[in-house]
Nanobody, 123 residues
C-alpha cells in the first residue's frame, strides 16, 4: 500500500503563485508515475500534470502548460503553480501509479490517491 498526503493549498489572488507538495509513504518502491489532478465543484476530476519516476518525462494539460511545473524528488512530488487564474480554483489531488512508466493523463491508470488540498484563486 502507498499513502499520499498533499499540502500547500490556500487562497491567493489572480496572478499569484502557489506550490503544492505531495509526500508518498509505504511501498513507494512500487510507484512509477506520480501526477496531479483537480476537481472543481460540479465538474469531473481532470488531469493537470504527471511526471515519470526519474523526473525526466513530464506531461501537462493544455490549460496549465507554461504556468505550472511538476517536479519530483524520490517519493515526493511538487506542483509549482504560477500566474494562477480563478478557473484554477479546485481541490487538487495527488495520484500514484504502479502500472505505468510514462506520465499518463488517464485517471484509471492511477491506483493511489491523496485526500486533496483546496486551491482558491480570487479575482
Amino acid at each position: 500500500q502507498v499513502q499520499l498526503v498533499e499540502s500547500g493549498g490556500g487562497l491567493v489572488q489572480d496572478g499569484e503563485s502557489l506550490r503544492l507538495s505531495c509526500a508518498a509513504s509505504g511501498r513507494t518502491v512500487t510507484v512509477y508515475v506520480m501526477g496531479w489532478f483537480r476537481q472543481a465543484p460540479g465538474k469531473e476530476r481532470e488531469f493537470v500534470a504527471a511526471v515519470s519516476r526519474n523526473g525526466a518525462n513530464t506531461n501537462y494539460a493544455d490549460s496549465v502548460k507554461g504556468r505550472f511545473t511538476i517536479s519530483r524528488d524520490n517519493a515526493k512530488v511538487y506542483l509549482q503553480m504560477n500566474s494562477l487564474k480563478p478557473e484554477d480554483t479546485a481541490v487538487y489531488y495527488c495520484a500514484a501509479s504502479e502500472s505505468y512508466t510514462i506520465p499518463t493523463s488517464q485517471k484509471k491508470h492511477y491506483r493511489y490517491w491523496g485526500q486533496g488540498t483546496q486551491v482558491t484563486v480570487s479575482s
